[in-house]
Every structure is written in C-alpha cells, then in structure tokens.
C-alpha cells in the first residue's frame, strides 16, 4: 500500500470519533496532494501541467492548501494558469483512480443481488484531480 493510503488507515483506526477522523483524513489529502503538485515535474514553463484523462484533456495551474480550523482542510485547485480565484476548492480530496492493475482494491456486496463487486485504484492525487476537472469540462461546480 502507498504511504497515504496507510496514514489514512491508521488515522481511521486510532480516531476516537468519525468526525475526528473525517477531518484528519481530510487534512493529510489536501496535504499530500499540494505536497505532490509542489514536486511535480509535469509543469510547463508556466507552471501548468496537462493530464490526459477519460472525459480528455484536463489543465491544472495551481493546487494550493487551505486549512481550515472550524470545517474541513481542502485544496484549491486552479484550471489554466494560476491567476485570480481558484476554479474550484475541493474538500477532502480524491486520491485515486481506478487502474486494472492497482494496488488498491476495494471490494462491495450486495447482498439483496448476491453480487460482490471487486474495483482496482491506483494511488495518484493529481490525476484523480484532473479526472474531476475533466468531468466537470474545466469548470467549477461553483452556481
């Protein structure tokens, strides 16, 4: 397992309230994937990076931590070049994406079906985020 989705584990199993949890696990994505963005090489001269998804192209100029102390922790993401307000903050971050051939594996039953459903993720914040952009077409869910 990655290094995240360890932490994750461990804050879950060692919170004395979901709640707590929630919000710790919240706070190590957002750090983990502003942690990931600041060390990404995929930039352009610009500071952009260009992720290829499966609803296309996805653009993603800035991610920037948000902390905050009364909610949830969660990144500001923003979609071309970093100017102005972000395009979209996301709470509680995704971190995965699915993947054949990942190490994540979740597994789901239905009990009334007697079906059980086995999905495989990969661990890659970045592009979990640009999958998001790309199926919102670039824009913020933002009214």
Avoid: C
Avoid at 68 to 80: C, F, K, M, N, T
Avoid at 87 to 116: F, H, M, Y
């Amino acid at each position: 397992m990655s290094e995240i989705q360890d932490k994750i584990r461990d804050i879950r199993e060692g919170s004395p309230t979901l709640a707590e949890a929630l919000q710790e696990i919240s706070r190590a994505k957002a750090q983990e994937v502003t942690k990931r963005w600041e060390g990404y090489p995929g930039k352009n001269m610009r500071g952009v990076a260009s992720f290829k998804t499966r609803n296309g192209e996805a653009t993603i100029g800035g991610v920037r931590f948000h902390s905050d102390p009364d909610r949830l922790d969660s990144v500001e993401v923003w979609v071309g070049p970093q100017q102005g307000p972000p395009t979209s903050r996301l709470i509680n971050p995704p971190t995965l994406v699915p993947d054949p051939t990942g190490e994540v594996v979740l597994t789901e039953e239905n009990k009334l079906r007697g079906k059980t459903t086995v999905r495989r993720y990969r661990v890659d914040p970045l592009q979990a985020i640009a999958e998001f952009i790309a199926s919102h077409h670039g824009r913020s869910e933002q009214g």
